[in-house]
């Protein structure tokens, strides 16, 4: 038998093994786009051997953002992972689910709309969007009403807690708006209803809570807020509302604290945001906001379209995106149901208390997140003089796990923790592996030597220059420098408003 072989041209080639091409013995294009193509198998296969790189999504216990979906709900994605969310005319069911998603959430948040009235909201790319465009409605609102009084319009601001996520500063910085921010304190880490009130003034278009701060999972008194704000307003006949952010809560308090008053059973709550990412369930990329009325909306943020097909309005920052995560949402909540919801989100907060008890029993920690809250373990070292909770989360990472470490914002930098996001595919088993393995972390750490304070490193390198005279003394020096540098530095970066996912 004549065995035939295949002629291999540049364009087309039939590829029989990856492995015994010459695209695995070629670098990878990193700045400009390569000339010549390359058969869809090696493609594939170069682009996942790259992510094996990335870390477990599973592990990863920074992120408050879901990570896993049913099969049936992965099918539904793949099925529409094509349809553009803003073409409503070509997709009409598409938009339909959307509304009815925002119904549903309206009514769990407790809005003043009838069985059969359709709620004011809309989904977006994440909380992000849902809080630009609260804010932007709100000082729409507040411009407007000062314009009619015939004052100056110039200089809004909105009051919020230093532990506020980093689109807040997002907003403020990229529509004009100032941010005052209520500082936190050692022991209190989230914003002080009281504090917040006193900072408010005639200028103030919004006070934003925190239903779930990204720094210990804490839930905000809001029904306090607005006592202390309706008081306020009256005295000074300002009308200064409150935007409730709850990004991370909005899809537990509803489930586990349904008595709890944060929503819009409280008169001056007139928007929330919530993520369907994080608790709602759904993968990265929705989110949701949802308005009291019609009125609390100004009707000039409303863009109406008709050059895809018929009449559109349309109030989001964006225009194109995928319909898939809107898909995904209504899949959940009709798949789910409250119970649904409220078995899962119990599933949590009980995989949560397993995590803590453990780290408690190691006599090593002090826990700084809260039982009412986000199912959020944070905690921080009582000893830091050997190691710091950067060093366990670095060790930590040998294992796979992803556990982010970070000071608290002002003024509570000095105080450093690790926080662990127990989200629904996070088990009683993952827990008590994630707590065997901070003790073997610990007991790795306790083996090293402690650290050498600055000025005895110095000492110890004039004895060494003086005793051999080899001009070492200059290069212990600089390792020492060079540490307190990167100290320095990591704990700039560390203080800024990097960590959580909206």
């Known amino acids: 038998m004549v065995v035939t072989t295949t002629s291999i041209s540049d364009s087309n080639e039939n590829l029989h093994c990856t492995f015994a091409s010459r695209y695995v013995q070629e670098s990878l294009p990193k700045f400009k786009i390569p000339g010549r193509s390359m058969p869809k198998e090696a493609a594939f296969q170069i682009v996942n051997d790259e992510l094996m790189l990335d870390g477990n999504p599973r592990l990863n216990l920074a992120s408050f953002v879901s990570t896993w979906m049913e099969p049936e709900c992965d099918k539904l994605i793949m099925s529409s992972i094509n349809k553009n969310y803003v073409d409503m005319d070509e997709y009409p069911v598409t938009t339909e689910l959307q509304n009815r998603c925002v119904n549903m959430l309206a009514h769990l948040f407790h809005a003043p709309v009838g069985d059969d009235e359709t709620a004011i909201g809309v989904g977006t790319v994440g909380s992000s969007e849902a809080i630009m465009l609260a804010g932007l409605a709100f000082k729409r609102k507040w411009q407007a009403r000062r314009k009619a009084e015939g004052k100056p319009f110039d200089k809004p601001n909105i009051v919020t807690g230093a532990n506020v996520q980093v689109c807040w500063e997002k907003f403020a910085r990229y529509f004009e708006v100032e941010l005052k921010e209520v500082k936190l ?36 008194d809001v029904k306090l807020l607005n006592e202390l704000l309706v008081k306020k307003n009256k005295e000074t006949g300002w009308d200064t509302p409150i935007h409730v952010d709850a990004a991370s809560g909005g899809f537990i308090a509803p489930f586990l604290w349904p008595d709890l008053e944060w929503d819009f059973r409280l008169p001056l709550v007139k928007s929330i ?20 009325s019609k009125e609390d909306l100004p009707e000039e943020l409303v863009f109406h379209i008709n050059y895809l097909g018929s009449d559109q309005p349309t109030f989001t920052l964006n225009f194109s995106k995928g319909s898939y995560q809107i898909i995904a949402q209504y899949y959940q909540l009709i798949r789910l149901g409250f119970q649904g919801y409220k ?25 700084v997140s809260k039982d009412v809250g986000v199912p959020v373990v944070a905690f921080s070292l009582r000893d830091s003089s050997k190691y710091t909770v950067f060093e366990v989360s670095e060790h930590l990472r040998r294992f796979g ?42 007991k790795e750490l306790d083996t090293h030597p402690p650290p050498l304070p600055t000025k005895a490193a110095r000492v110890t390198a004039e004895e060494v220059h003086n005793d051999k005279g080899d001009g070492l003394h200059q290069f212990h020096t600089d390792i020492v420098e060079t540490q307190k540098d990167i100290l320095k530095h990591w704990r700039k970066i560390a203080g800024k408003k990097t960590s959580g996912v909206c």
């Open 401 to 442: 796990w992803i556990v982010p470490a970070y000071t608290m914002p002002p003024d509570a930098e000095h105080i450093a923790v690790l926080r662990v996001v127990v989200r629904e595919d996070f088990s009683h088993s993952l827990a008590e592996r994630l707590v065997s393995d901070i003790e073997n972390v610990l």
């Open 185 to 220: 304190k050692e022991g209190y880490y989230v914003m002080d209803p009281a504090k917040a009130v006193e900072l408010v003034d005639e200028n103030t278009i919004c006070v934003a809570a925190i239903l779930g701060s990204t720094l210990t999972g804490e839930f905000e």
């Open 273 to 292: 945001n919530v993520s369907g990412h994080k608790y709602g369930l759904v993968y990265a990329g929705v989110g949701w906001v949802i308005w009291r």
């Open 343 to 367: 078995s899962i989100m119990e599933n949590c907060m009980a995989n949560a208390k397993v995590l803590t008890e453990g780290i408690t029993k190691m006599g090593r920690f002090d826990i």
